[in-house]
């Protein structure tokens, strides 16, 4: 593989069947070369070519333990920075469509968030301010957080990390998601009243007000997942009324008000681990991508399985990874070309792996 160079990708044309057959056979040859990472949320089409599924962190520490020099990423683009954040010497981290970004990630970049860094630290002058990143961020932000003591976070473990890092200062910068911040932060028994909202887009403090940031435990980032955000309150009333005994789990970037109208709320590896586990013949309702919903529904024919919402479309752009760009990709990997690979600065890697260090070293 030390002579294979970077290349276009070209897009193959041709009938789904032809297309599967081709990408299997470009996926066989690859053999042990070359791990495939695939996060819940990606189309069956090309889900059924992952050796492995999961979260985008799960996902990313299997790359980077992987024998394999060529790691291909079913996901969005600040996953295939993670992986390559923690990929060994040695390792190429390629995505299918470089253009298959993140809402969420997109709602806060380097820029707004150093102009918001620097007003914050002059309006509290003494405070310890912890950054703290959502493992759904630009490798960027990640670093930021890394040098300037902070860390990241996935849905997961966001509590425990929230709580280090009251522990260790006076309040916490947590972006880019205004609604797990504020999950959070109340689960933990903040007023939210007391969570400041920093919108980029305003020039004076973020739109936040002085002496509301001067107490504020936790200042929140007023970014949103575009999918998450859908869900409400009211479907879940409603699905209550429709479906009497229905469980209702949603993932905790949904509202704070659907949050509270949910029987649990949890990351898409606690959503699947519940799927599991509740009893046959169970109603249960998810607040979630639609791919895993469906996923999960014909995975449990016992218990009926149904989303909170089947009008939204799947996250558009996981979406913009389908088989056409993965044979591709698979076909130009195997005539030993590189497409697509996903690199992040060494020194921008070398701080954001700080602050996943950091996040890993509390368990
Ligand atoms: S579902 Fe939301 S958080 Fe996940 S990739 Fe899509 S926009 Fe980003």
């Known amino acids: ?7 276009e990708l070209t897009i193959p044309e041709a009938p789904s069947e032809e297309l599967r057959r081709r990408a299997w056979e470009a996926r066989e040859a690859l053999g042990d070369q070359l791990i495939v990472l695939g996060h819940h949320y990606q189309k069956d089409e090309v889900i059924e070519f992952a050796d492995v599924t999961g979260d985008s962190f799960k996902l990313a520490k299997l790359g980077a333990e992987a024998e394999a020099e060529l790691v291909l990423f079913l996901g969005v683009y600040f996953m295939a920075e993670s992986a390559d954040v923690l990929a060994r010497p040695g390792q190429t981290v390629v995505l299918p469509d470089l253009s298959a970004g993140c809402h969420l990630a997109e709602c806060a970049d380097i820029y707004t968030v150093r102009d918001a860094w620097e007003q914050i630290s002059g309006a509290l002058p003494g405070k310890r301010i912890i950054p703290l990143t959502y493992m759904n961020s630009d490798a960027v932000l990640k670093a930021f957080c890394g040098e300037n003591g902070g860390a990241v976070c996935t849905s997961g473990n966001a509590r425990t990390v929230f709580e280090w890092a009251l522990a260790e200062g006076d309040a916490i910068f ?3 998601d205004e609604h797990l911040g504020r999950n959070i932060a109340c689960d933990m028994g903040f007023e939210d009243a007391s969570l400041p909202v920093w919108n980029p887009r305003l020039a004076e403090l973020g739109g936040a007000r002085r002496e509301l940031l001067a107490d504020a435990p936790v200042i929140l980032w007023k970014g949103f997942c575009n999918v998450h955000t859908n869900f409400t309150a009211e479907q879940v009333k409603r699905h209550r009324e429709d479906h009497p005994g ?22 898409t590896e606690y959503i699947i681990r519940r799927c599991n586990e509740l009893p046959a013949g169970s109603t249960i309702s998810i607040g979630t991508d639609l791919n895993l919903v469906y996923r999960l529904r014909d995975a449990h024919p016992a218990k009926t399985i149904f989303p909170m919402l089947d009008t939204i479309c799947p996250c558009v752009t996981m979406n913009r990874i389908d088989l056409p760009k993965l044979t591709g990709c698979l076909e130009a990997l195997e005539s030993g070309g590189l497409p697509n690979v996903v690199s992040v600065d060494e020194e921008v890697a070398e701080w954001a792996r700080v602050a996943l260090d950091r996040m890993l070293a509390l368990g």
Request: proline fraction near 12%; charge should be negative.
């Open 1 to 7: 593989m030390s002579t294979a160079v970077a290349c």
């Open 174 to 176: 947590f972006f880019p």
């Open 246 to 267: 229905v469980r209702v789990i949603v993932h905790p970037e949904c509202p704070r008000p659907t949050v509270l109208a949910a029987d649990e709320s949890g990351s």
